[in-house]
């Protein structure tokens, strides 16, 4: 693709609306010259140019917040880049995840800034990546004593044993009253189902596209 054939602004600059890979949520606003352009597809993390120093920048270049590039999309008109990332820490200077944290009451047009304990707490993704890289861990480190070696030590059978035992679990506790035996059933699943994906060589990523396939 030639950069220059796409529709850049007065200052010879496009556009760039960045969002959160796995929870679409828009992390912020920026802009590309040619070279943030072709660094950001070279290295696979996300360079902008910015127009207050007048130069390159690699974001998370100080603060270790890179952004990891996932995707990228132009719009209808080739003049704005929507690009998806796995952020890694805050995508805003504040320290909130989002640039985006004024919330605007519509109704009584005010504007109320998110908490920031909320802004930085954990998307359900990232959680389950970090179960993920756990049950991986064990794998290559094997640890006395674990539950998760056991399952690997057992193989495969008795891991797809441990799928069916909890999915039949699930389907008792939505059987009765509450959430708190589903909440605590399904957590067991998901448990379960990430040491079948790591025994598969399956990761939360595979699945994330093969669901948005269905969207």
């Not at 003049?79 to 989002?98: F, I, P, R």
């Not at 044993?161 to 506790?173: H, L």
Request: aromatic share 10%; charged share 30%.
């Amino acid at each position: 693709m030639d950069f220059n054939k796409l529709k850049l602004n007065s200052d010879g600059l496009l556009t760039v609306v960045t969002q959160d890979y796995s929870s679409n949520e828009v992390l912020m606003v920026a802009y590309m010259n040619k070279e943030a352009f072709n660094k950001t597809i070279e290295t696979k993390k996300v360079h902008y140019f910015s127009r207050s120093r007048q130069s390159l920048w690699l974001k998370g270049e100080t603060s270790g917040h890179y952004q990891h590039l996932v995707s990228m999309a132009l719009d209808c008109d080739n003049d704005t880049l929507l690009v998806k990332v796995k952020q890694e820490g805050a995508a805003c200077h504040t320290g909130n995840y989002s640039c985006f944290y004024k919330n605007i009451d519509i109704d009584n047009k005010e504007v109320i800034e998110s908490n920031e304990l909320q802004q930085k707490k954990q998307n359900v993704f990232e959680i389950f990546e970090e179960v993920y890289n756990v049950i991986v861990d064990r794998k290559e480190n094997p640890k006395e004593g674990s539950y998760t070696n056991y399952l690997f030590d057992k193989g495969i059978d008795k891991i797809l044993k441990k799928v069916g035992e909890e999915s039949a679990e699930v389907i008792i506790g939505a059987k009765n009253e509450g959430n708190d035996e589903i909440i605590y059933e399904i957590s067991d699943l998901i448990y379960h189902l990430s040491v079948l994906m790591v025994e598969k060589n399956t990761t939360w990523e595979d699945i994330c596209k093969e669901l948005n396939k269905r969207r």
